[in-house]
């Protein structure tokens, strides 16, 4: 399994051609408190770079954006009634959606950790 | 007062929205300035956005945990970004009642109260607070729109009457169910602190320090307005600061605070395109003003406040957990009812509260809309202002 980073602050943990999809502790940071987490459907196609999820936080409301092109296969159903894990537990039980692959090829110019540390280091 | 709106994402288009300056990319801002407090805000972990052309702390721990800590104690907040402007001279009363629909005649030497400016229209230019000061009168505008504010005054203003920017003043203000204790342990002057209430003002000193204490805000609850000068301010802040019962508390929870409280944001809920009637706001329209007129847009406003305005701002309680944001419109049905103007979610209430502009026949409370947000429609009910009842020491 390997994770990379967006410049747009989500991170996509990778098995085979299954990705878990949600953003980093960072982002949580920056946006504050978050409130409400709006899921995609199961079963959406969804393309890189489109926003098929959306956290609202106290102070406004943000994209998540498909670090991947594909299909929705599962979403975090527990953020209902716990969006706040998004802030307290972000790049695991804060999982937004998991979808499969159908370009692994995008994956190349996502970032490393390494890489994306140094991102976040130089905002 | 008004004020206090959280940064809009300017790089929301496109990725996270993690940028939290209000201003147009597009158009280079001049660079914003820093307050006296700035360091102690930063030293206390405050993050700091840009807003009305200074640097200002957003939060500390987080909106929430602020926004309750105000709410079950006491919160201290800067606010030096506002306009303190003094006003004095010959015929000064009377000068300031013709841009202002307040009655200056029954406003005594220790006395604070709400009005706005207003356009030849009856819009709103802004809303502020007005204190009777011996031969002066102090005014309290809000930050975005002190500079616009001063030149309507200098132009409405004859030239008689001297306007003094406090631009070397700072302004706290310490809100919740404990300020006035913590706010006891330090304050002297010639009457005691408890004697103030709500919407009066005095002077008094802070650790030697000269102060105007008021006892008003905006967040619904008792707390104080404390303007002091400048190089005071982080001695004072430092002073509250070490309080049990104290905060420091930033612009995100100032603005979830007040939206309870059903305060209006000037430039959100109010504008230029607002009448004070349609904003509810009609206690500000003073009785003598209300029977003489005579003051800017009084043909519009005293029609208003005979026969109702077509359009009224209501709050809303939304169901579920998405917030509606300023903008969304309101539906009743298939028909297109109103507007949000505020939108968040309320802390206390644990829900997504708003205040929109809807249309005179849907304001009733109870009535159930609904409001679009990202193609979606949630379902919002009429509720009565505030959200959260007032606190006030009357």
């Given at each position: 399994m390997t994770t990379y980073y967006t410049q747009d602050h989500e991170w996509i943990e990778v098995d085979g051609d299954l990705g878990t999809v949600g953003i980093t502790d960072y982002a949580q940071g920056q946006l504050g408190d978050i409130?409400?987490?709006?899921?995609?459907?199961?079963?959406?196609?969804?393309?890189?770079g489109?926003?098929?999820?959306?956290?609202?936080?106290?102070?406004?409301?943000?994209?998540?954006?498909?670090p991947v092109s594909g299909t929705i296969v599962a979403v975090n159903e527990t953020l209902a009634d716990a969006p706040e894990l998004v802030n307290t537990d972000p790049e695991t039980g804060g999982w937004l959606f998991r979808v499969t692959l159908s370009d692994p090829a995008e994956l190349t110019g996502l970032m490393d950790k390494a890489a994306y540390e140094a991102f976040v280091k130089d905002l | 007062m008004t004020e206090g709106a959280p940064e809009r994402c300017a790089n929301s288009e496109r990725g996270l929205c993690v940028s939290e300056s209000i201003e147009d990319l597009d158009e280079a801002p001049p660079a914003a300035e820093t307050l006296p407090l700035d360091a102690w805000h930063r030293a206390r972990g405050g993050r700091m956005v840009e807003f009305a052309g200074y640097w200002m702390p957003v939060q500390y721990e987080g909106i929430i945990a602020e926004h309750l800590w105000t709410r079950e104690h006491a919160g201290l907040f800067d606010v030096s970004h506002m306009g303190q402007l003094v006003l004095s001279g010959e015929g000064l009363d009377a000068a300031l009642e013709a841009v202002l629909p307040i009655d200056l005649s029954t406003l005594r030497l220790g006395q604070q109260r709400y009005s706005f400016l207003l356009?030849?229209?009856?819009?709103?230019?802004?809303?502020?607070?007005?204190?009777?000061?011996?031969?002066?009168?102090?005014?309290?505008?809000?930050?975005?729109?002190?500079?616009?504010?001063?030149?309507?005054l200098r132009e409405a203003l004859p030239d008689a009457i001297n306007l003094n920017y406090l631009d070397e003043?700072?302004?706290?203000?310490?809100?919740?169910?404990?300020?006035?204790?913590?706010?006891?342990?330090?304050?002297?002057?010639?009457?005691?602190?408890?004697?103030?209430?709500?919407?009066?003002?005095?002077?008094?000193e802070l650790a030697g320090v000269p102060v105007t204490i008021s006892r008003s805000g905006y967040t619904g609850?008792?707390?104080?307005?404390?303007?002091?000068?400048?190089?005071?301010?982080?001695?004072?802040?430092e002073l509250l600061g070490a309080e049990p019962e104290v905060k420091p508390i930033g612009l995100g929870a100032r603005d979830s605070l007040r939206l309870e409280a059903g305060l209006p944001l000037y430039g959100h809920d109010l504008s230029p395109e607002t009448s004070p009637v349609e904003a509810g706001l009609g206690f500000g329209i003073n009785k003598r003003r209300r029977a003489e007129g005579g003051f800017p847009g009084a043909d519009r406003i005293?029609?208003?406040?005979?026969?109702?305005?077509?359009?009224?701002?209501?709050?809303l309680a939304l169901d579920g957990r998405q917030a509606a944001r300023e903008g969304a419109p309101v539906f009743s049905g298939n028909k297109l009812v109103g507007i949000v103007t505020s939108g968040g979610f309320s802390p206390s209430l644990e829900r997504p509260i708003a205040a929109a502009y809807v249309a005179g026949a849907h304001v009733a409370h109870g009535t159930v809309l609904e409001i679009e947000v990202r193609g979606k429609r949630l379902t919002a009910t009429v509720t009565a202002l505030p959200f959260i009842p007032h606190r006030y020491c009357r």
């Open positions: 409130t409400y987490v709006d899921l995609p459907e199961v079963g959406a196609p969804v393309a890189k489109a926003a098929p999820c959306v956290v609202d936080s106290v102070k406004a409301a943000s994209d998540v954006f498909s | 356009d030849e229209d009856g819009g709103v230019l802004d809303d502020l607070m007005v204190q009777r000061w011996p031969e002066a009168v102090y005014l309290v505008v809000n930050g975005a729109t002190k500079w616009d504010d001063m030149a309507h003043h700072a302004l706290f203000a310490l809100q919740g169910p404990e300020a006035a204790a913590v706010l006891e342990r330090h304050a002297t002057g010639e009457h005691p602190l408890s004697a103030l209430r709500f919407m009066r003002f005095g002077v008094f609850e008792d707390g104080f307005e404390i303007s002091l000068p400048g190089d005071a301010a982080e001695q004072i802040a005293l029609a208003e406040l005979a026969s109702g305005t077509a359009r009224k701002c209501v709050g």
